[in-house]
């Protein structure tokens, strides 16, 4: 395999777990950019762990995983069942607060980067296995009970609350599975890729995250996939000289989408109906 094809499946794995830490909270209309500074403590965690102290991958992992989760599980008791925005001004928040943090520290690298973390034997089939589990993990949530109630509180809040649904406890459920999934994907990142910076956990990876969430559909975990695969393929087939403007062709998409079909590509109604046509044959 090339390694442009590798890097090409790698980083469309990672983009679907990233995706997919956002979607969950999302379930209950909270945009929780807290899972790209979690990302970057996970990612830097796993760096020093590595390097420094010679932890092996698998433990890495875990440690990453709890640790996202616990990070946004602390802070969800505050953000639990917060509206949208304050939601999203807490995410940003800490984003400028862990990539400042970063860049002032000379044991993280500071804004040179930090370098030499041991990288993954066969990350594809390593990465693979985590997105099958955390994907079954996703779509067992969204039919259950808890899933079809989370339905209810993004339709309409007061009308789960009169039918006994507690928006604060299901907020805080999606936001720390949605930490510990992004904590997976901070330390597959590092390890797949053996070097960080801090410039990759700005607002830009937000910008490609609600991209691939909107065009490939909120309604559903399974349009994540297909608009990650298309949107990390968009700088491969593109020459160099417009694929260096990906950010721009992103943002037009996304306007254009929300514009004209705001509910994604892939929504429940379409997955329905392709069920209902398959059934009938």
């Given amino acids: ?60 992992l875990i440690t990453g995983m709890l640790l996202g989760a616990l990070l946004s599980y602390i802070i969800s008791f505050a953000i639990g069942d917060a509206p ?24 993280l ?3 040179m980067g930090f ?5 993954l034997d066969r990350p594809l089939i390593i990465m693979f296995i985590v997105v099958i589990a955390v994907g079954y993990l ?29 928006p604060k406890r299901i907020g805080m459920l999606f936001q720390t599975i949605g930490g510990g999934i ?17 410039s990759f956990f700005t607002f830009h990876l937000i910008g490609t995250l609600m991209t691939i969430l909107f065009i490939g559909g909120y309604t559903t975990m399974w349009g ?10 968009i700088p491969m087939i593109l020459p160099s000289s417009i694929s260096s403007w990906r950010i721009l ?6 306007v254009a989408i929300i514009a004209f079909k705001p509910k994604g590509l892939i929504t429940k109604k379409f997955l329905w109906k392709l069920k209902r046509n398959k059934l009938s044959r």
Avoid: C, Q
């Fill in 138 to 166: 996703i779509y067992r949530i969204d039919n259950s009970r808890i899933g079809r109630a989370a339905s209810v509180i993004f339709t309409d809040e007061n009308m789960a609350k009169s039918i006994g649904i507690k």
């Fill in 182 to 198: 992004a904590g997976l994907a901070g330390v597959l990142y590092a390890l797949f890729v053996g070097s960080l910076f801090p």
């Fill in 1 to 60: 395999m090339s390694s442009s094809v590798m890097y090409f499946l790698g980083f469309s794995m990672i983009y679907i777990l990233m995706t997919w830490s956002i979607y969950l909270p999302y379930r209950v209309e909270h945009l929780h950019f807290l899972t790209v500074s979690t990302m970057a403590i996970t990612g830097y965690m796993s760096g020093v762990l590595a390097v420094n102290f010679g932890w092996t991958f698998f433990p890495t």
């Fill in 224 to 233: 994540i996939i297909p608009a990650a695969l298309l949107l990390r393929g």
């Fill in 115 to 119: 370098f030499g973390i041991p990288m």
């Fill in 249 to 254: 062709i992103y943002g037009v998409l996304l």
């Fill in 84 to 107: 949208t925005f304050t939601v999203v001004i807490v995410g940003i928040t800490f984003i400028f607060i862990i990539k400042t943090i970063i860049e002032n520290t000379d044991y």
């Fill in 109 to 111: 690298g500071g804004t």
